[in-house]
C-alpha cells in the first residue's frame, strides 16, 4: 500500500522548513481501539507497501504499526494517529484498507470552532482571502484532471504550523466524464449543491460547479463561525431549504464586517442556479482572488498562535510537538 498522498498547498511567507519534533508516547489509557484491533487481526497476514519519502519504502503488515488513539470519526470511518514502528514515523491511518497519510496539525473543523467559540474571536479576512486563494488554485488543478472531489467540507481541510494546506478524503470523488458526475448519493449531504440533492435537478449529473457551491457553504462557515443553514430534522427539511429556499448569502452584521470583494466572492459560488454559477477559470479572475495572489500574508504565524493555546489530548491529539 502507498501513502496517500493529500494535495498540499504551500502559502508560508517566505517558505521555510517546519522545527517540529516527533515524540513518540505511548497510549496512555492502554486501551486499544477495537476497530482498530478487528482490522489488525483479520489483516495480519496482508502486506503492502509504504512510501514515507522518494528515498524510504518499506513492505509493512499492520504489526508494523502502533495505535496512539483516535483523531476523528465521520461518516465513512474513524482516523487514528500511529507510528510506523521500524520509521518512527508518526501518520494519520484511515479505513479498512489501511490508508497511511501524513499527520497534520489540526483541521479547519477544530480550527474555527476554537477561533469562534473558545477564544470568542474571529478569522481574520486576510488569513481567509489565503485560504481561498488556495483552495481555488487546488480545486481548479483537480478540475482540470477531470476530477470532482464531492465532499469539499471544514473538517476535509487540514493545515500545518508551516503554512501547509491539505485538501484530504478523496475516497467519494468522482471522474467526470465529459465534465459529467453520474453518482448522485456521494459526499457530505449538508454541503451538497442543490442539483445534486434535487433528483429532478440531477437527471444528468453534476459538474465541478456542485464543488463550487460547496466552497461557498465552508467559506461562509469560516467567516461566520457558523453553519449557514439551521440544522435539518429530515432530508425532507434539507431539500425544502436548500432545493426550494433562498441560497445562504453572506452579509455584514452587527459583529462583523467583510468587503465587498469577498462578499461578492462567496455569494458568487453560492448561486443556486448551476447554469448561471461560475466554474473556476471565472472565478480565479475575481478580483478578490486577483488581490490576494499579489498581496503577502503571514498564514503560519497565525497559524502557530492559533495551536499554541489548542489543547492537545490523548484521545483527540490536535498537534505534535
Not at 489483516?43 to 503492502?48: K, L, N, P, R
Not at 426550494?244 to 453560492?270: A, H, M, T
Request: net charge neutral; glycine share 6%.
Amino acid at each position: 500500500m502507498g501513502k496517500r498522498k493529500a494535495l498540499k498547498l504551500n502559502f508560508a511567507n517566505p517558505p521555510f522548513k517546519s522545527t517540529a519534533r516527533f515524540t513518540l508516547n505511548p497510549n496512555p489509557t492502554g486501551v486499544q481501539n477495537p476497530h482498530i484491533e478487528r482490522l489488525r487481526t483479520h489483516s495480519i497476514e496482508s502486506s503492502g507497501k509504504l512510501k514515507i519519502s522518494p528515498e524510504q519504502h518499506w513492505d509493512f503488515t499492520a504489526e508494523d504499526l502502533k495505535d496512539l488513539g483516535e483523531i476523528g470519526r465521520g461518516a465513512y470511518g474513524s482516523v487514528n494517529k500511529m507510528v510506523h514502528k521500524p520509521s518512527g514515523q508518526i501518520m494519520a491511518v484511515k479505513g479498512d484498507c489501511w490508508i497511511c497519510m501524513e499527520l497534520m496539525s489540526t483541521s479547519f473543523d477544530k480550527f474555527y470552532k476554537y477561533v469562534y467559540s473558545v477564544l470568542d474571536d474571529v478569522i481574520p479576512e486576510e488569513i481567509l482571502g489565503k485560504i481561498t486563494l488556495a483552495l481555488m488554485c487546488k480545486l481548479n488543478h483537480i478540475g482540470n484532471c477531470k476530477i470532482v472531489h464531492s465532499d469539499i467540507k471544514p473538517s476535509n481541510i487540514l493545515l500545518d504550523r508551516s503554512g501547509n494546506i491539505k485538501l484530504c478524503d478523496f475516497g467519494i470523488s468522482g471522474q467526470l466524464v465529459d465534465s459529467i458526475a453520474k453518482t448522485r448519493d456521494a459526499g457530505c449531504r449538508p454541503y451538497m449543491a442543490p442539483e445534486r440533492i434535487d433528483p429532478s435537478a440531477s437527471r444528468q449529473g453534476y459538474d465541478v460547479r456542485s464543488d463550487v457551491w460547496s466552497l461557498g457553504i465552508t467559506l461562509y462557515e469560516l467567516a461566520t463561525g457558523r453553519f449557514p443553514y439551521p440544522k435539518w430534522n429530515s432530508v425532507f427539511d434539507q431539500l425544502t431549504q436548500v432545493v426550494k429556499g433562498d441560497p445562504p448569502q453572506l452579509s455584514n452584521s452587527e459583529e462583523r464586517e467583510f468587503s465587498p470583494s469577498f462578499i461578492n466572492f462567496v455569494n458568487l459560488c453560492l448561486t443556486k442556479d448551476e447554469s448561471k454559477r461560475p466554474k473556476y477559470k471565472e472565478l480565479l479572475k475575481h478580483p478578490f482572488i486577483l488581490m490576494y495572489e499579489e498581496r503577502t500574508v503571514e498564514v503560519a504565524c497565525y497559524v502557530c498562535k492559533i495551536l499554541d493555546q489548542m489543547p492537545a489530548t490523548p484521545s483527540s491529539p490536535m498537534y505534535v510537538d
